[in-house]
């Protein structure tokens, strides 16, 4: 490929739900445009774009993937993504680096959960749309009914250039509203021809319609239109394209991307109406947190940023930048401004999915491949010595699904936890937390298939095969009713032998009062030096938990009598002792366990609000209000035991069609109801 100026380039992310034909269609735009010599996968399950063993075995897109193309003087940096909702941060960095979404909606399934997230993103990030009907050829595929559904979701400015002719299995063609010509197909071939009569009345209809909504963004036209003139179609697309860019229309268009109908058409319609880099305002912070904007000039001061990082056990780290400003060429130093160190780009590439071929220079706008920057993350910025500029990147959104994981051979926790740091360095969605109560290790993310894809790389990519446990609930222990006892632990065997005596009073604190320990003895029952190791023994105590096993809190411990022995008393005999005093203690103290209680905010559609509260209810949720939101959104605030949401994530979604989304933090301990002790094992307490 060549070297492109800004205004020849066109960074588009292409988006929709799982199955809608996303990686289909870019391999299609590939080899209509020249760029590989086949269409679709070869007989291993492998494409251009999905070329992992986890995408392959699984039948679906994991990561982005970079799949440029070329129509006439244009350069098209496609960014093919995942549609499953595990991967939606796959989707919002790929976003980060476009300059168009371009959203791919299946014809027979419609406007699906994933098709509106990345709908809800894109105007998030104030992105322009367009809008890509696929599987215009399956059995109850209908542009009408899909074209109707996309109104009435997401309101105005959907604007159709196209029209099918044919439905299904005889879809062979597209009705052209700008030219108002008909494209139609016979296998790679394409012949134009007058509107066919079938369709002839409708077409009008909708033509008129498209033309009064683009002369509305441009007072000539619109003044030439009035008088009867109708615009050219290069006007037309010339005035289309600005609203494109200011994302107050979002054109839809046709194809099959299996059939390759239309394919080139929208491809020449991306390369004409998508906004180039120039259009994209790059603002980010200076070295004293100030607004600072950067232009898409490449005279002017090499910026770039890290978008994407892909790591390989053989080939080492790869990061997927673009280039904000500047022109980069190999063998430059870039300063990295969030560590402050300096990076050689030894090699910059151009990528197609997993191959690359090698740039002399890449311009401002353009996105490109560098190997080997070991210091570099996803979502640093490189900039030349003395450009101090940092660009907010998106982060992952909470966790909300976890599992318990160790190494399933021993003396693997290193490895374990090396592999896990580098896939976090493709990743950034995956979490690792310790939890000191239960001795667990957590991997978090956004779901089941997203822990388990992470699981298999482990296995694959660092030889790490890991073992998945129930996780574990911290439980706790405290008491109801005051309580008291003696613990002497005496010991002789020849010599100075152990002698301690400790008389303790327990009493239940508040929730969250933690522990209390204080010092009652008079007249020397004990003596002073050995006080602390009464109050060490009963910690210890508490640690290794009560009845139930399971640490006890809230206490407060009184240390009110006691014996020793000139000779035989020491630190180890006190000890002793108030751990004996303290376990004897709670046994008359009516314990109870105690549970973890999370505070959720789940956000729903408004018409899943009664299923959502239902099934809120029957895990022994405290509702505590309900908010309505914009776009018909509800949200819910709830407290709710967190032993009942370790598989909520998976629920939300069934119930909510994936819409749903919560976020989970601790909130208190409370009881937990005595008809449920049982059902607990004492091996939570780790």
Wanted: charged share 25%; aromatic share 6%.
């Amino acid at each position: 490929m060549s070297t492109y100026n800004p205004n020849q380039i066109r960074n588009v992310v292409l988006a929709g739900h799982n199955s809608c034909g996303k990686t289909t269609l870019a391999e299609t735009f590939l080899a209509v445009s020249g760029a590989t010599k086949r269409v679709g996968r070869t007989d291993d399950g492998t494409s251009t774009c999905d070329y992992d063993p986890e995408e392959i075995r699984h039948h679906m897109s994991i990561s982005m993937a970079l799949a440029p193309f070329e129509v006439g003087s244009i350069k098209i940096n496609l960014i093919d993504t995942p549609g499953y909702a595990d991967f939606i941060y796959e989707l919002r960095t790929a976003s980060f680096a476009a300059d168009l979404m371009a959203i791919v909606v299946s014809a027979v399934e419609g406007v699906e959960a994933q098709t509106i997230a990345a709908w809800e993103l894109a105007e998030e990030l104030s992105l322009p749309r367009l809008i890509i009907v696929n599987k215009l050829d399956r059995e109850r595929g209908s542009f009408n009914r899909v074209l109707d559904e996309m109104v009435e979701i997401f309101g105005s400015g959907i604007a159709p250039l196209e029209l099918p002719i044919g439905e299904e299995g005889s879809f062979c063609g597209i009705a052209d509203l700008l030219d108002d010509k008909a494209i139609i197909y016979d296998g790679a071939a394409s012949r134009v021809e007058p509107i066919p009569d079938s369709i002839s009345e409708l077409e009008h209809k909708v033509r008129e319609h498209l033309i009064e909504g683009i002369v509305v963004g441009d007072d000539d036209l619109m003044e030439r239109y009035l008088a009867g003139e109708i615009p050219s179609p290069s006007e037309l697309e010339a005035t289309l394209a600005s609203g494109v860019a200011a994302g107050t229309v979002f054109p839809v268009v046709c194809a099959s991307a299996s059939t390759g109908i239309g394919v080139d058409r929208v491809a020449a319609l991306i390369a004409e109406l998508a906004p180039s880099p120039l259009f994209s305002r790059a603002v980010g912070l200076d070295g004293s947190g100030n607004l600072r904007e950067l232009k898409c000039d490449p005279s002017g001061p090499v910026v770039a940023t890290v978008f994407k990082t892909i790591s390989d056990p053989y080939v080492g780290k790869v990061s997927l930048i673009k280039l904000m400003s500047g022109t980069l060429k190999p063998d430059c130093t870039l300063f990295n401004t969030r560590t402050h160190s300096e990076e050689r780009l030894h090699v910059i590439n151009m990528i197609r999915g997993k191959e690359t071929m090698p740039l002399t220079e890449a311009r401002a706008g353009d996105i490109v491949a560098v190997p080997k920057l070991s210091g570099v993350s996803t979502g640093d910025t490189l900039a030349a010595k003395g450009e101090s500029i940092i660009f907010e990147f998106p982060k992952p959104d909470p966790s909300v699904y976890s599992m318990a994981i160790s190494p399933n051979s021993k003396g693997d926790e290193d490895k374990l936890m090396s592999g896990i740091h580098r896939l976090q360095d493709e990743d950034p969605a995956l979490e690792l937390k310790r939890v000191d109560e239960t001795r667990q290790t957590l991997l978090c993310g956004m779901g089941e298939m997203h822990l388990g894809i992470a699981c298999e790389r482990l296995h694959r990519k660092y030889g790490v095969e890991v073992k998945v446990e129930d996780i574990l609930i911290p439980y706790k222990e405290t008491i109801t009713k005051p309580c008291q006892a003696e613990g002497k632990y005496k010991k002789q065997s020849g010599g100075h032998g152990q002698f301690g005596v400790a008389s303790l009073k327990v009493e239940p604190l508040e929730r969250g009062g933690g522990f209390e320990f204080i010092d009652a003895i008079y007249g020397g029952a004990i003596p002073k030096q050995f006080l602390p190791a009464v109050e060490k023994g009963v910690l210890e105590a508490m640690t290794q938990g009560g009845p139930k096993g399971f640490p006890v809190v809230d206490v407060r411990v009184t240390c009110f009598d006691g014996k020793f022995h000139s000779v035989d008393s020491s630190e180890l005999s006190f000890k002793m002792a108030g751990a004996l005093a303290f376990k004897e203690a709670l046994s008359h103290g009516d314990p109870i366990v105690l549970e973890p209680i999370s505070k959720v905010l789940v956000t729903v559609p408004s018409n899943t609000l009664g299923d959502v509260l239902g099934d809120l209810n029957s895990r022994r949720a405290k509702v505590q209000g309900t908010e309505a939101l914009p776009k018909d959104r509800q949200r819910i605030t709830a407290i709710v035991p967190t032993a009942e949401m370790k598989h909520y994530a998976i629920d939300l979604r069934a119930l909510t069609g994936a819409r749903g989304k919560f976020v989970l933090e601790h909130d208190h301990y409370d009881a937990l109801p005595s008809h449920m002790t049982s059902k607990i094992s004492v091996v939570s307490a780790g």
